[in-house]
């Protein structure tokens, strides 16, 4: 499988994401479910912390990548939905330097939202990922 990032500038390298991701010679498409700071039973984690909150919906994802037989190393498409952009952008560092660590700069789209299926939820990460 080949990846090819599509960046015709290069802005988006700060924020450690590809404005487009080329795929080919892939098997397997993982369109992944919104994950979120929730524990094995579906309860939320870490209420008002939005780094922990961040940390776990992370883990989460890649508790779903590795079920499949990924990693994030996998992953082409990240899109993120939080209920606070200001408090997102001042504790997504961890995050970004895990993804950073696996090589996944993704296509990503960051949005505000009103609120999330649990109300305790602060952030949630959708992803797509090819094998």
């Not at 802005?11 to 919104?34: M, Y």
């Not at 939080?82 to 993704?106: I, V, W």
Request: charged share 15%; with cysteine.
């Amino acid at each position: 499988m080949e990846l090819k990032p599509v960046n015709p500038w290069k802005w988006q390298d700060a924020f450690g994401f590809s404005q487009a991701i080329e795929f080919t010679g892939h098997s397997r498409v993982l369109t992944c479910a919104g994950q979120t700071s929730v524990d094995a039973d579906g309860a939320p984690l870490h209420e008002g912390d939005m780094a922990a909150q961040i940390g776990q919906a992370l883990d989460n994802l890649e508790t779903v990548l590795k079920q499949a037989g990924m990693t994030l190393a996998n992953v082409v498409h990240l899109n993120y939905y939080t209920t606070d952009l200001d408090a997102f952008l001042q504790h997504s560092g961890g995050a970004g330097e895990r993804l950073a660590a696996a090589n996944c700069h993704p296509a990503s789209t960051l949005l505000g939202v009103a609120r999330l299926a649990f109300p305790p939820l602060l952030i949630e990460m959708e992803a797509t990922a090819v094998a």
